[in-house]
């Protein structure tokens, strides 16, 4: 059964159509890439899907609801774990408060997040301010986590980290695959590291769905005509 299902979503940024077309579904325990080159409209998609800004036309089910028709707060509470672009944690607050401050009920809980990140264990008490750019990210993948999401997206999650950090950060998207089913939509540059963990890539062309299937199917020439490599 479909978890997610968008269809035929449009937004609009005053005059500016940022979306027409967008297409995308995400079955239970699916890990979807969301692709295509900058500006084309893959956050706002995300922001859309997350009732960040209001759709103009189209449809979003979640978990056989209509979430467009809910009010947001709502919405927030069907289970969709955001890891937002720029990673976003509270800098005054310690990582166990930046944790705390979003938990929900459920699997995920402290212990859990910090044995998936055991750097963010040891700096537990240390202000979220002060860590790295990659213990931010990871600070930021667990908040999300401990909102017990059914659907968690990650938004260009590795942007900017060093490799050591981006390879951490891709073998945890793979355990979460792995050992808890998680949905998972997945906004990257990196295509071999996606290949290798998404069931399957939906790409986006000024503001449309032109291509969906496994990336292992995508040729060389689709691969440069709608990701520029
Ligand atoms: P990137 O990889 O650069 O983040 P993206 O695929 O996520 O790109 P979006 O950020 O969704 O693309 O942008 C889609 C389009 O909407 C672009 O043309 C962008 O300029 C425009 N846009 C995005 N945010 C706004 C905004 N707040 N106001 C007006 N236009 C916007």
């Not at 790295?132 to 990650?154: C, H, K, V, Y």
């Not at 290798?196 to 986006?204: F, G, N, T």
Request: hydrophobic share 45%; charged share 20%.
């Amino acid at each position: 059964m479909n978890l997610l299902k968008v269809e035929n979503l449009a937004v609009h940024y005053g005059a500016s159509k940022a979306l027409f077309d967008v297409n995308l579904v995400i079955g239970e325990a699916e890990v979807v890439a969301l692709m295509g080159r900058n500006g084309m409209g893959k956050t706002t998609t995300i922001k859309a899907i997350c009732r960040m800004i209001a759709a103009h036309s189209g449809s979003i089910g979640f978990a056989g609801h209509d979430l467009l028709a809910l009010p947001a707060h709502k919405a927030a509470r069907l289970g969709i774990g955001l890891v937002p672009e720029g990673r976003r944690c509270f800098a005054p607050l310690t990582v166990r408060e930046n944790l705390l401050a979003s938990a929900r009920p459920g699997h995920w809980d402290i212990e859990r997040v910090t044995g998936l990140f055991p750097g963010l264990a040891e700096r537990r008490d240390q202000r979220a301010g002060s860590l790295s750019g990659g213990e931010q990210q990871m600070l930021a993948i667990g908040r999300a986590l401990m909102t017990n999401p059914r659907l968690l997206i990650l938004d260009e999650a590795t942007e900017g980290l060093a490799p050591v950090v981006r390879q951490e950060i891709w073998s945890v998207i793979a355990r979460l695959k792995a050992d808890t089913g998680l949905a998972i939509l997945v906004v990257d540059k990196s295509l071999r590291e996606l290949t290798a963990v998404a069931d399957r890539a939906v790409i986006v062309e000024r503001g449309a769905t032109v291509w969906t299937g496994a990336l292992d199917n995508l040729s060389p020439d689709l691969t440069n005509r709608y990701l520029g490599v």
